[in-house]
Nanobody, 123 residues
Framework: QLQLVESGGGLVQPGGSLRLSCTVS????????IAWFRQAPGKVRKGFTC????????YVDSSVRGRFTISRDNAKNTVYLQMNSLKPEDTAVYYC????????????????WGKGTLVTVSS
């Protein structure tokens, strides 16, 4: 069974950077697309970026475009999310997930989920 583990979250000041990792076990990553979601306090979980098995990247949330970058290292079975110029509104629990098919930003179209990592942007 596929397992996903997020890491790299923490407390960062506004304008700072963090790199999140999503490490996959139970299968080789190169067959899978990986999406990132986030859930801010009191809000619904929303997808904002995805990387396909062929390295195509999609950013469906305009608020992260130009600041966040998704990438993958199949040799390490890991997908990364580089987050720059962080803002207080980026505070959320960040989850990675595998789409059932192609890249998607919809919770209902995900198959496996990690347990999340908390990112807090505050001075």
């Amino acid at each position: 069974q596929l397992q996903l583990v997020e890491s790299g979250g923490g407390l960062v000041q506004p304008g700072g950077s963090l790199r999140l990792s999503c490490t996959v076990s139970g299968a080789t990553l190169d067959h899978y697309a990986i999406a990132w979601f986030r859930q801010a306090p009191g809000k619904v979980r929303k997808g904002f970026t995805c990387i396909s098995s062929s390295d195509e990247t999609y950013y469906v949330d305009s608020s992260v475009r130009g600041r966040f970058t998704i990438s993958r290292d199949n040799a390490k079975n890991t997908v990364y999310l580089q987050m720059n110029s962080l803002k207080p509104e980026d505070t959320a629990v960040y989850y990675c997930a595998t789409p059932m098919g192609y890249c998607s930003g919809y919770v209902s179209e995900m198959d496996y989920w990690g347990k999340g990592t908390l990112v807090t942007v505050s001075s």
